[in-house]
């Protein structure tokens, strides 16, 4: 796939499901939380309140770039080790995940959005 290919939904939902497993076997990475906006997620929890179910996204957004596959994931990590070293694991376990499937990278974003503290371990 180059990256004016399009993944279609099957194909981009098993990836993200691939990559979301990959995250959650990183040494250090406690969690993987749904990627997106302050808004989307508000969006998403008010349309839960009203009863509509979950739409089955993964939690790991993937899409298709102009050059390759943008992968952005949201991790909580554990306090035990540095969270460079844990974030560089993870984006290793992810590119390797790219590599795996032969989609060419044009970004991984991750981002630590909580940081699991020591009385809770």
């Not at 497993?21 to 749904?34: D, F």
């Not at 790219?98 to 974003?109: K, Q």
């Amino acid at each position: 796939m180059d990256g004016g290919e399009v993944m279609t939904p099957a194909a981009r939902a098993e990836f993200a499901a691939d990559v979301e497993r990959a995250l959650r076997a990183t040494p250090g990475v406690r969690n993987v939380y749904r990627s997106g906006s302050l808004i989307s997620h508000l969006l998403r929890a008010g349309a839960a309140a009203l009863g509509s179910r979950d739409d089955g996204s993964p939690i790991v957004s993937v899409v298709a770039g102009d050059r390759g596959v943008v992968v952005e994931a949201s991790v909580g990590i554990d306090f035990s080790a540095p969270a460079n070293v844990t974030l560089r694991s993870a984006y290793t376990a992810v590119d390797a995940q790219l590599r795996a499937a032969e989609l060419p990278r044009e970004s991984i974003t991750l981002t630590v959005v909580y940081v699991q503290p020591r009385e809770a371990a």
